[in-house]
């Protein structure tokens, strides 16, 4: 069977998203043509409902998994119709990574910058969970051993690798600080300068420079409306989540409850 590739992805507009997304279309024809279990990257919550949007417009069953329940980022499992979900063996494994980390504040970019310098490509590597004396990494089962047998340091310190059960890997609570704010619009250009107290041409620039993305999605478009619920990343500034909208002030403005993730 030979899928029309460019029929299922031309719904996209992100130019950006058409080679993952095709690569989520050959998953489909390598399924329907071989009968065959296939699992895609780990992909972010954007490009997961991109890939919805392709499989449901085939006869496959699919799911997402990323280790754990609050994963952010997933591979999704494609198979023929016929299988069950309770027959395929998970094909994703976790990695604990400990060491002496008592007096060495270790951040997200470190582990993800030492295990993308074994030559790993970041598509490949789920979520990375850091706890106080040690971090679980979510990956794909073929590079378990690679890991296990080439991570030696993160950042300056000594590590040690162990290979664990998907169901002893802990689960984290984001950390965030919650304040409340208003602003003149519900605008992204105007969220921006005030949270990251930016004038509002320089926040015109993040944008329009593709530095913005609400649920992971890039946005240049710099009248695009946020509220309750987004998640907005400024690059250079963190992740913002808006927990909840309160209202319009008496003087017109909009006031809503922020979360800045840590």
Request: glycine share 6%.
């Amino acid at each position: 069977m030979i899928i029309d590739k460019v029929k299922y992805i031309e719904h996209i507009q992100d130019k950006t998203q058409h080679l993952p997304m095709r690569k989520i279309v050959d998953k489909v024809e390598r399924v329907l043509k071989y009968h065959e279990v296939e699992c895609t990257d780990f992909l972010d919550p954007y490009q997961v409902r991109l890939s919805h949007s392709i499989l449901n417009r085939f006869d496959v069953n699919f799911y997402e998994e990323g280790g754990i329940n609050s994963a952010e980022r997933k591979s999704l499992v494609i198979f023929p119709e016929y299988m069950t979900k309770d027959t395929i063996e998970i094909p994703i494994k976790a990695l604990k990574i400990s060491g002496n980390f008592k007096f060495t504040d270790l951040t997200h970019r470190d582990y993800l910058g030492a295990i993308l310098g074994l030559g790993i490509k970041r598509e490949k590597v789920g979520d990375i969970l850091i706890h106080e004396d040690f971090s679980q990494v979510i990956v794909h089962e073929d590079l378990v051993d690679y890991i296990l047998y080439n991570l030696k340091y993160i950042g300056k310190e000594p590590v040690k690798i162990d290979e664990i059960k998907l169901d002893s890997v802990i689960e984290i609570n984001q950390e965030y600080k919650e304040i409340n704010i208003t602003i003149a619009s519900p605008r992204l250009d105007a969220f921006i300068s005030e949270v990251c107290n930016l004038s509002r041409s320089k926040s015109l620039l993040a944008i329009t420079q593709g530095k913005v993305k609400v649920n992971w999605q890039p946005i240049t478009n710099s009248s695009y409306k946020v509220g309750e619920g987004d998640t907005i990343s400024i690059r250079g500034f963190g992740r913002i989540k808006i927990a909840k909208d309160l209202g319009i002030t008496k003087k017109g403005r909009d006031k809503m409850t922020i979360r800045i993730l840590k």
